[in-house]
């Protein structure tokens, strides 16, 4: 079993900038993907960004060039900074482990006020 701990959320004003964290514990193999889904309300949850075992990320479109993830594989965290906040990016974030199985936290609340 694996368990998922976000921390980081909160408000933040249009253009600034938060960090989000994310620590894994359990039974982890060491080929994994982790990385930061998020869902608004009345929306689909989608993807904001995965970070794989072996150094590869991927972004969705509408944060690229604004946020930027980062694991430490020793540790089994994963870090999400967020900058030029907008608005639109206010969500649920969640964190994100997959290594055959999928794991996910209960979610962390950003806020932005434009």
């Given at each position: 079993q694996v368990?998922?701990?976000?921390?980081?959320?909160?408000?933040?004003q249009?253009g600034?900038?938060?960090?989000?964290s994310c620590?894994?514990?359990?039974?982890i193999?060491l080929s994994?993907?982790?990385?930061?889904y998020?869902q608004?309300p009345?929306k689909?949850?989608?993807?904001v960004?995965?970070?794989?075992?072996?150094?590869?990320t991927n972004y969705?479109d509408?944060?690229?060039?604004?946020f930027?993830?980062s694991?430490?594989?020793a540790k089994?965290t994963v870090?999400?900074?967020?900058?030029?906040?907008?608005p639109?990016d206010?969500a649920?974030y969640?964190?994100y482990?997959?290594?055959?199985?999928?794991y996910?936290?209960?979610?962390?609340?950003v806020?932005?006020?434009?």
């Open positions: 368990q998922l701990v976000e921390s980081g959320g909160g408000l933040v249009a600034g900038s938060l960090r989000l620590a894994a514990s359990g039974n193999f994994n993907h982790m990385g930061w998020r608004a009345g689909q949850r989608e993807l960004a995965i970070a794989t075992s072996d150094g590869r969705a509408s944060v690229k060039g604004r930027t993830i694991r430490d594989n089994n870090h999400l900074q967020m900058s030029s906040l907008k639109e206010t649920l969640y964190c482990l997959s290594h055959g199985m999928v996910w936290g209960k979610g962390t609340q806020t932005v006020s434009s």
